[in-house]
């Protein structure tokens, strides 16, 4: 299955250095384990922690502050009713491919992200194909796409091909800074009809850090955010990049 990208979408414009720091702003989120807020030594690349339901509703009455977090649901969403202090910015719901319909019926009171996963190994064809019609179905329901790292770049590029033409954004997760300015340059392609694949493969740093600020708003009315394993190492690869 493959998707083109819009060829017709006029190019990104380029410069400076306000617009490198808007394009990585909150970018980057970090799970915690507790629901007791982490102390993070971050930089304007640092967005909001990641925590999952089942921590806050073991944190019930507690006199524990969650604050304001990205909720990973993992059990049922009425049990966070009774859970501990917290202010939901958004839900990151995990399905398989047969369970999407499933998720496009619940009903939060905050935005949703859902990432789909095959229920069996498959093709990079069939991959590319899943992944896309997935994302398409959850953008139709309002919903944000979710994208794990290590998919293969076919897949990857038809997802973005079917993202730049919604507009529910989608979040990501990487495994380390490679991985999150391989999906920054790939979002850039797609909204500008250049070469997604080659952007994946060898991101150019240098063409990321040259957006303009009206482009840069653009990358991030898709790409929302990208969970990171290691903050610390994605920020200095941000750093190094000229992003920071």
Known sequence: MSIPVPLSMPT??????????????????????????????????TG???VAASLLAAAAGTDVDAGRVVVELDIDPDDLDRAAEHRVLRYHVHCTTAQVEDAVGLRLHSPV????????PSTAEESAGTLAEAAQVLAD?????????????????DFLGVLAHTSVGFFGRARDGAEVLSLLAGTVAALCG??????????DPKS???????????????????????????EQVLSDAGLL
Not at 194 to 203: F, I
């Open 194 to 203: 250049d070469d997604v694949r080659a952007a994946l493969a060898t991101p």
């Open 141 to 157: 329901a309002g919903y944000s796409p979710g994208l794990v790292a290590g998919q293969p770049v076919d897949a990857v590029a």
């Open 113 to 120: 992200t859902v990432f789909v996963t095959a229920e069996e």
């Open 12 to 45: 990104l414009p380029v410069t400076g250095e306000r617009a490198a720091r808007s394009l990585v702003a909150e970018l980057l989120l970090q799970r915690r384990e507790s629901a007791v807020p982490a102390a993070v030594r971050g930089t304007a690349a």
């Open 208 to 234: 990321l850090a040259a957006l303009a600020p009206e482009a840069a708003e653009a990358v991030r009315g898709v790409l929302l955010g990208i969970e990171v394993e290691d903050l610390e190492e994605a």
């Open 48 to 50: 909001p922690q990641i």
